[in-house]
């Protein structure tokens, strides 16, 4: 009986490891992905885009002062570029589709977003012979390289056509699906509007100190014209990925903190099955204070040795996904043809403190009920 008793306790702490790294090895996984999803999608946005925008109200008639003053005065820009953007209506001789047509400088445009780098047909300077479609809209109009188009827009409607002269790629489907690049030139003949453009694009050495040199740059402007940064474009969309991630961790805590019930209910038989071993170190003068530390430690070893196989088997898990690629997605869908993952240390110290943290609240009813049995009592029931 002595044997079965031991083995069901053993079988209790064993569960109660395996529970742990369970929800270790889920935690972090879901992290990671979350965490490679971000980035991912952070890479491609400020790829496509400026990291800084300064925009007139609507146009900037003296865009290449600017530029100088605002490169001589601020050294952390690594390139600066004029653009114009509208909205537009494209026609191909099948499918007709709304979308943005943009204006570049083909030779300043490189220092500023990663254009050059998304050409799947032509290069950056097709753009000064027709215009370059990005690949889905390309597709919805049944148009490839050589053909003609007709673009519509302007406050008062005009067409022309443009020769297709290039076809681009960014992975951000909403992007792909509705731009058209050709030169600064082109689309100010095309409008008629002179030399003006609607804003200039900036990008910066460090990304995230984009606000701070937005700052810089509105002062330096006298508020005179609207200057924005990635971040504030794209804020909203960021702060719903991290909800997310904020929720799957605690939802995943969760299965954590359940498997700490399997802990303290092995202590908790651990307290009765050693009633007898309890009354004797307490009779022998150990302290109530020390028997509790017994427990204490008892369950933060399990927690530990958890916590440890969780992170192992999820660390070796997050490494084969990320070099073999095992789990392939819908491109169409995510953008993404692979699972991305991202664990970084300050993830893994997280999970780490949140695992210890329920794992020692767990210990401590136990410890104390351990701690509070009467040596003279304990000996007499056994």
């Given at each position: 009986?002595?044997?079965?008793?031991?083995?069901?306790?053993?079988?209790?702490?064993?569960?109660?490891?395996?529970?742990?790294?369970?929800?270790?090895?889920?935690?972090?996984?879901?992290?990671?992905?979350?965490?490679?999803?971000?980035?991912?999608?952070?890479?491609?946005?400020?790829?496509?885009?400026?990291?800084?925008?300064?925009?007139?109200?609507?146009?900037?008639?003296?865009?290449?002062?600017?530029?100088?003053?605002?490169?001589?005065?601020?050294?952390?820009?690594?390139?600066?570029?004029?653009?114009?953007?509208?909205?537009?209506?494209?026609?191909?001789?099948?499918?007709?589709?709304?979308?943005?047509?943009?204006?570049?400088?083909?030779?300043?445009?490189?220092?500023?977003?990663?254009?050059?780098?998304?050409?799947?047909?032509?290069?950056?300077?097709?753009?000064?012979?027709?215009?370059?479609?990005?690949?889905?809209?390309?597709?919805?109009?049944?148009?490839?390289?050589?053909?003609?188009?007709?673009?519509?827009?302007?406050?008062?409607?005009?067409?022309?056509?443009?020769?297709?002269?290039?076809?681009?790629?960014?992975?951000?489907?909403?992007?792909?699906?509705?731009?058209?690049?050709?030169?600064?030139?082109?689309?100010?003949?095309?409008?008629?509007?002179?030399?003006?453009?609607?804003?200039?694009?900036?990008?910066?050495?460090?990304?995230?100190?984009?606000?701070?040199?937005?700052?810089?740059?509105?002062?330096?402007?006298?508020?005179?014209?609207?200057?924005?940064?990635?971040?504030?474009?794209?804020?909203?969309?960021?702060?719903?990925?991290?909800?997310?991630?904020?929720?799957?961790?605690?939802?995943?805590?969760?299965?954590?903190?359940?498997?700490?019930?399997?802990?303290?209910?092995?202590?908790?038989?651990?307290?009765?099955?050693?009633?007898?071993?309890?009354?004797?170190?307490?009779?022998?003068?150990?302290?109530?204070?020390?028997?509790?530390?017994?427990?204490?430690?008892?369950?933060?070893?399990?927690?530990?040795?958890?916590?440890?196989?969780?992170?192992?088997i999820g660390g070796i898990l997050a490494f084969s996904l990320k070099k073999y690629h095992f789990i392939k997605l819908p491109e169409m869908v995510y953008n993404l043809s692979t699972l991305p993952i991202q664990i970084t240390f300050k993830d893994i110290i997280f999970?780490?403190?949140?695992?210890?943290?329920?794992?020692?609240?767990?210990?401590?009813?136990?410890?104390?009920?351990?701690?509070?049995?009467?040596?003279?009592?304990?000996?007499?029931?056994?």
């Amino acid at each position: 009986m002595g044997k079965k008793r031991e083995g069901y306790l053993s079988f209790l702490k064993y569960a109660s490891i395996a529970g742990i790294a369970i929800g270790v090895i889920s935690l972090m996984l879901v992290i990671g992905v979350m965490n490679g999803f971000t980035e991912d999608l952070k890479k491609k946005i400020i790829g496509a885009n400026p990291t800084i925008t300064i925009e007139g109200k609507p146009f900037i008639t003296d865009y290449k002062k600017i530029i100088r003053i605002v490169k001589s005065n601020i050294k952390e820009i690594e390139g600066i570029s004029p653009y114009i953007t509208s909205q537009v209506i494209y026609k191909s001789s099948h499918y007709i589709i709304g979308g943005l047509l943009k204006g570049i400088v083909p030779q300043t445009e490189s220092s500023v977003t990663n254009l050059p780098l998304y050409f799947k047909n032509g290069n950056i300077y097709s753009v000064e012979e027709g215009i370059v479609l990005g690949s889905e809209l390309a597709k919805e109009l049944d148009v490839k390289v050589g053909d003609k188009i007709w673009v519509i827009g302007g406050l008062i409607p005009r067409e022309k056509v443009f020769k297709v002269t290039g076809i681009i790629e960014c992975g951000v489907y909403s992007y792909d699906v509705s731009i058209g690049v050709t030169s600064l030139d082109n689309i100010q003949e095309f409008f008629n509007i002179g030399d003006i453009v609607h804003g200039i694009g900036i990008r910066t050495e460090d990304i995230y100190n984009s606000e701070q040199i937005a700052g810089k740059i509105r002062e330096l402007l006298n508020y005179k014209y609207e200057v924005s940064t990635w971040i504030q474009k794209n804020k909203i969309l960021f702060a719903a990925l991290a909800l997310e991630k904020k929720a799957m961790g605690i939802i995943l805590l969760l299965i954590i903190l359940v498997a700490s019930f399997n802990i303290a209910s092995t202590l908790m038989i651990t307290v009765f099955r050693k009633t007898k071993e309890i009354g004797i170190l307490k009779a022998m003068g150990v302290s109530s204070k020390e028997i509790k530390k017994i427990f204490i430690y008892e369950g933060l070893i399990l927690g530990i040795e958890g916590l440890a196989f969780g992170l192992l088997i999820g660390g070796i898990l997050a490494f084969s996904l990320k070099k073999y690629h095992f789990i392939k997605l819908p491109e169409m869908v995510y953008n993404l043809s692979t699972l991305p993952i991202q664990i970084t240390f300050k993830d893994i110290i997280f999970m780490c403190i949140a695992v210890l943290f329920i794992v020692i609240i767990s210990t401590f009813y136990p410890a104390h009920r351990a701690g509070k049995l009467n040596p003279a009592e304990a000996l007499r029931y056994e």
